[in-house]
């Protein structure tokens, strides 16, 4: 703080200015976090960034976050795998390779978690149902 007064004379006061909130970034499944923040006594009102780690597709996460941080202002998901620029089909020849091959590399390459036989079961009994209706 500066007092000037009419003498030209100048008194500093060092002041120490706290915010009204904080700024955050949290990381890790959304319902992690929501489950953290309903435990907190402090830092519900502080603004957020969210970094969500969850696989797959969420339905409405900044509505479930900011039921309990009601200042979350930003979430962004992280990226498992880097996505290479080279990767297209047509490098990869991709004529000359079946269903379950294109669709096991798109998996691993754009997925989550890790390609397993139970998934690839899945996967061929969706192919299979899919060429049948097709052929009606």
Same mark, same amino acid.
């Given at each position: 703080?500066?007092?000037?007064?009419?003498?030209?004379?100048?008194?500093?006061?060092?002041?120490?200015?706290?915010?009204?909130?904080?700024?955050?970034?949290? &990381?890790?499944?959304?319902? /992690?976090?929501?489950?953290?923040?309903?435990? =907190? *006594?402090?830092? %519900? +009102?502080? !603004?957020?960034?969210?970094?969500?780690?969850?696989?797959?597709?969420?339905?409405?996460?900044?509505?479930?976050?900011?039921?309990?941080?009601?200042?979350?202002?930003?979430?962004?998901?992280?990226?498992?795998?880097?996505?290479?620029?080279? &990767?297209?089909?047509?490098? /990869?020849?991709?004529?000359?390779?079946?269903? =379950? *091959?294109?669709? %096991? +590399?798109? !998996?691993?390459?754009?997925?989550?978690?890790?390609?397993?036989?139970?998934?690839?079961?899945?996967?061929?009994?969706?192919?299979?149902?899919?060429?049948?209706?097709?052929?009606?």
């Amino acid at each position: 703080m500066l007092d000037i007064n009419n003498k030209d004379a100048i008194n500093i006061d060092f002041k120490c200015l706290k915010p009204v909130r904080d700024l955050r970034v949290i &990381k890790g499944n959304i319902e /992690d976090l929501i489950e953290e923040a309903r435990e =907190l *006594e402090e830092g %519900k +009102e502080d !603004y957020i960034q969210a970094i969500l780690t969850d696989d797959g597709e969420l339905i409405n996460p900044m509505e479930k976050l900011r039921a309990v941080y009601p200042n979350t202002m930003l979430i962004t998901r992280e990226r498992k795998r880097e996505i290479s620029e080279d &990767k297209t089909s047509a490098k /990869d020849e991709y004529k000359r390779k079946s269903k =379950l *091959e294109l669709f %096991k +590399e798109f !998996y691993e390459d754009l997925g989550s978690g890790d390609y397993t036989e139970e998934k690839e079961v899945v996967l061929m009994n969706t192919i299979n149902e899919v060429l049948k209706s097709e052929v009606k």
